[in-house]
């Protein structure tokens, strides 16, 4: 599986983005999906994670109300959604596909990333 993330950019806090993150390769319903995020001498952490038929959704506490995340499996893509955006929100987000998880390790594919910046 191959993954693309899209969708970055800079925003003014309070603002939206839209991520998109489309699957190549197979049976891209067979595995759950996360987004991750890397902020500037942090670790990494799990943003969002959505099962694989998206009937089951988890967030990290601080972006709970204010991300949501969805998948489209006919078109093969996982969004992420995120509203009221915070400068704490700066980091390069990453699209990863695996077991549905909290933990990074579960996942095996993983996209380029995309960075979100957030003034305030």
């Known amino acids: 599986v191959q993954l693309q993330a899209s969708g970055g950019g800079l925003v003014q806090a309070g603002g939206s983005l839209s991520l998109s993150c489309a699957a190549s390769?197979?049976?891209?319903?067979?595995?759950?999906m996360g987004w991750f995020r890397r902020a500037p001498g942090k670790e990494r952490e799990i943003v969002a994670t959505?099962?694989?038929?998206?009937?089951?959704?988890s967030y990290l506490d601080s972006v709970k109300g204010r991300f949501t995340i969805s998948r489209d499996n006919a078109k093969n893509t996982v969004y992420l959604q995120m509203n009221s955006l915070k400068s704490e929100d700066t980091a390069v987000y990453y699209c990863?596909?695996?077991?549905?998880?909290?933990?990074?390790?579960?996942?095996?594919?993983w996209g380029q990333g995309t960075q979100v910046t957030v003034s305030s």
């Open positions: 959505i099962s694989r038929n998206g009937g089951y959704t």
């Open positions: 390769g197979r049976a891209f319903n067979t595995y759950g």
């Open positions: 990863a596909a695996g077991i549905f998880s909290r933990y990074s390790s579960a996942y095996r594919y």
